[in-house]
């Protein structure tokens, strides 16, 4: 039966059973995720939200001034829409004021700040299969497990321990490593890939956000893993998740997007935590006449993939795509054609008369904001991102804060979007390319891309993940920084979590990471 594999898959597969190529590429979503939410500490959403946090640290509070919490004190108090052009690295004890707050909570308002951070530019990494942002979700769950288990782990020969109590109340420990917190990434996207082909199309067909709906599911898997809970916790787990899923599309291009991947992130860790604690739910939440396939996709499923857990690996057949730009992955493939035209041609704005895109049908229903009000909208806006990247020849963290630029709103308004006849709705369920056309006084000019940069089939080199990195973290460390967080991450399968949460510290503190905690 296909639900006892996959609790088998998540209680027993080992990081031995991970395949080696698969193994890097979780080392690089760690880092990456990791990047992009230190990118998002001055964000609109990521200010809000640590001035709410602390409603959540200690139950004793009721009430709190929010404007009156500050932890951006000495990081400059005048937003302005460009917040990441930071001129000085204050001092800080930790990477950022928000990440600070993070560490000092409890594992459930870790994952709720930090899963929001890292979907907040909209620069995480995706997943072809999943239709959705995988890491956001699972680092941010293992993160904030691991700094638990850390903060609450006991000392023994000098390595810090985490552990399960035993039937009789004791603890039972063992190492909690870098391989223990690969193995449970790889675990929860499995678990979210073999769900996403059973019934993603579907879902998100009907307006949900499926790293949200079906994200939840794997980060579950992630949590279970870590918390190693027994087969009947696990079926309790994914059936509360089953209450908890929830994230629908007609918030992009607002804050409750990156919102999403918090909730869902701290609700796959609540989950598990309430199945290790005795509370029970349907052991079989998918399938039946009530299951989350019927309610959420309008389909009887097949879930004969999940049948293929740990003999199939996503990891390794359809892998991960680390995004090149900070917006919505439905624009990457118009993007890079509308620069290599502008690249090729030595096109000139001034020239242009007009701009045809042709995309796949579900294209149109993402990019929702051809006049975008906000930064966040801009990146949901097929004629913005196609009209900066032939003004800019470029397309970076700096781009969407142009929004009300008079130059590119002008060249907006020459930008067309149309489905192509090839992938119009019936003939292909999956966006399979983009083309742009560029048309001049003179000639007209075309170009069709189908793996867009950082996709499994057109990858970033090692030297462009730590490119990305280091723009998305410069801001806030040196360069030797940069390097130790970023080789630290790159071997993690030779790190304990001691390594990494004394990195995520920079061992600048006077107080340890578990002091801190305690205080809180």
Same mark, same amino acid.
């Given at each position: 039966?296909?639900?006892?594999?996959?609790?088998?898959?998540?209680?027993? +597969?080992?990081?031995?059973?991970?395949p080696t190529e698969a193994i890097q590429r979780i080392k690089t979503a760690f880092i990456?995720?990791?990047?992009?939410? #230190?990118?998002?500490?001055?964000?609109?959403?990521?200010?809000?939200?640590?001035?709410? #946090?602390?409603?959540?640290?200690?139950?004793?509070?009721?009430?709190?001034?929010?404007?009156?919490?500050?932890?951006?004190?000495?990081?400059?108090?005048?937003?302005?829409?460009?917040?990441?052009? @930071?001129?000085?690295?204050?001092?800080?004890?930790?990477? +950022?004021?928000?990440?600070?707050?993070?560490?000092?909570?409890?594992?459930?308002?870790?994952?709720?700040?930090?899963?929001?951070?890292?979907?907040?530019?909209?620069?995480?990494?995706?997943?072809?299969?999943?239709?959705?942002?995988?890491?956001?979700?699972?680092?941010?769950?293992?993160?904030?497990?691991?700094?638990?288990?850390?903060?609450?782990?006991?000392?023994?020969?000098?390595?810090?321990?985490?552990?399960?109590?035993?039937?009789?109340?004791?603890?039972?420990?063992?190492?909690?490593?870098?391989?223990?917190?690969?193995?449970?990434?790889?675990?929860?996207?499995?678990?979210?890939?073999?769900?996403?082909?059973?019934? #993603?199309?579907?879902?998100?067909?009907?307006?949900?956000?499926?790293?949200?709906?079906?994200?939840?599911?794997?980060?579950?898997?992630?949590?279970?893993?870590?918390?190693?809970?027994?087969?009947?916790?696990?079926?309790?787990?994914?059936?509360?998740?089953?209450?908890?899923?929830?994230?629908?599309?007609?918030?992009?291009?607002?804050?409750?997007?990156? &919102?999403?991947?918090?909730?869902?992130?701290?609700?796959?860790?609540?989950?598990?935590?309430?199945?290790?604690?005795?509370?029970?739910?349907?052991?079989?939440?998918?399938?039946?006449?009530?299951?989350?396939?019927?309610? @959420?996709?309008?389909?009887?499923?097949?879930?004969?993939?999940?049948?293929?857990?740990?003999?199939?690996?996503?990891?390794?057949?359809?892998?991960?795509?680390? %995004? %090149?730009?900070?917006?919505?992955?439905?624009?990457?493939?118009?993007?890079?054609?509308?620069?290599?035209?502008?690249?090729?041609?030595?096109?000139?704005?001034?020239?242009?008369?007009?701009v045809d895109v042709f995309v796949h049908h579900l294209v149109p229903s993402i990019l929702?904001?051809?006049?975008?009000?906000?930064?966040?909208?801009?990146?949901?806006?097929?004629?913005?991102?196609?009209?900066?990247?032939?003004?800019?020849?470029?397309?970076?963290?700096?781009?969407?804060?142009?929004?009300?630029?008079?130059?590119?709103?002008?060249?907006?308004?020459?930008?067309?979007?149309?489905?192509?006849?090839?992938?119009?709705?019936?003939?292909?369920?999956?966006?399979?390319?983009?083309?742009?056309?560029?048309?001049?006084?003179?000639?007209?000019?075309?170009?069709?891309?189908?793996?867009?940069?950082?996709?499994p089939g057109n990858p970033m080199s090692v030297e462009e993940v730590y490119a990305k990195?280091?723009?998305?973290?410069?801001?806030?460390?040196?360069?030797?920084?940069?390097? %130790?967080?970023?080789?630290?991450? &790159?071997?993690?399968?030779?790190?304990?979590?001691?390594?990494?949460?004394?990195?995520?510290?920079?061992? %600048?503190?006077?107080?340890?990471?578990?002091?801190?905690?305690?205080?809180?």
């Amino acid at each position: 039966m296909y639900m006892d594999h996959l609790v088998s898959f998540i209680k027993e +597969t080992t990081y031995d059973d991970i395949p080696t190529e698969a193994i890097q590429r979780i080392k690089t979503a760690f880092i990456d995720t990791l990047g992009v939410a #230190v990118a998002a500490e001055r964000e609109p959403v990521t200010r809000h939200l640590t001035r709410i #946090v602390p409603l959540f640290f200690n139950p004793q509070t009721t009430s709190v001034d929010l404007n009156s919490v500050d932890l951006y004190k000495g990081m400059g108090q005048q937003e302005t829409t460009d917040s990441r052009n @930071m001129n000085e690295k204050e001092d800080t004890h930790l990477l +950022t004021a928000p990440l600070e707050m993070a560490l000092r909570g409890n594992p459930l308002t870790f994952s709720l700040l930090f899963g929001t951070m890292a979907h907040a530019l909209d620069y995480d990494d995706n997943s072809v299969t999943f239709q959705g942002h995988p890491s956001s979700v699972l680092v941010s769950t293992i993160l904030g497990l691991a700094k638990d288990l850390y903060c609450r782990g006991s000392t023994m020969n000098g390595r810090y321990m985490s552990g399960k109590p035993t039937s009789g109340g004791h603890m039972s420990w063992e190492p909690m490593s870098g391989k223990q917190m690969m193995e449970a990434y790889a675990v929860g996207f499995e678990v979210l890939a073999k769900l996403s082909e059973v019934f #993603v199309l579907q879902q998100y067909g009907r307006g949900w956000h499926t790293t949200a709906t079906i994200g939840l599911f794997g980060a579950v898997a992630s949590a279970a893993k870590i918390l190693r809970l027994n087969e009947e916790e696990i079926g309790h787990a994914l059936g509360i998740a089953g209450s908890l899923s929830s994230g629908i599309r007609k918030n992009f291009g607002t804050m409750t997007k990156p &919102l999403h991947v918090g909730l869902t992130s701290m609700h796959a860790i609540m989950a598990a935590q309430l199945a290790s604690g005795g509370i029970n739910a349907c052991p079989d939440i998918f399938s039946g006449t009530m299951g989350i396939d019927r309610l @959420m996709a309008n389909v009887s499923a097949d879930f004969a993939p999940l049948a293929t857990l740990g003999h199939q690996w996503d990891l390794l057949d359809m892998g991960i795509t680390i %995004k %090149k730009y900070p917006c919505c992955a439905s624009t990457h493939r118009s993007i890079d054609a509308a620069l290599s035209l502008v690249r090729e041609h030595s096109l000139v704005p001034s020239e242009i008369e007009a701009v045809d895109v042709f995309v796949h049908h579900l294209v149109p229903s993402i990019l929702v904001y051809p006049v975008p009000r906000n930064e966040l909208e801009a990146k949901f806006s097929m004629p913005f991102c196609v009209a900066a990247a032939i003004h800019d020849q470029k397309i970076d963290l700096h781009t969407f804060g142009r929004f009300n630029d008079e130059n590119l709103r002008e060249l907006s308004t020459k930008v067309k979007m149309s489905v192509h006849p090839l992938q119009r709705e019936g003939l292909e369920p999956r966006e399979r390319f983009a083309e742009v056309r560029i048309h001049t006084k003179e000639r007209s000019y075309s170009k069709r891309v189908e793996f867009p940069k950082g996709h499994p089939g057109n990858p970033m080199s090692v030297e462009e993940v730590y490119a990305k990195f280091a723009e998305c973290t410069s801001a806030r460390m040196d360069q030797d920084q940069i390097h %130790k967080l970023f080789d630290i991450f &790159l071997s993690l399968e030779e790190r304990s979590v001691d390594d990494v949460m004394s990195a995520l510290c920079l061992q %600048k503190s006077p107080l340890s990471l578990r002091e801190r905690s305690s205080l809180w």
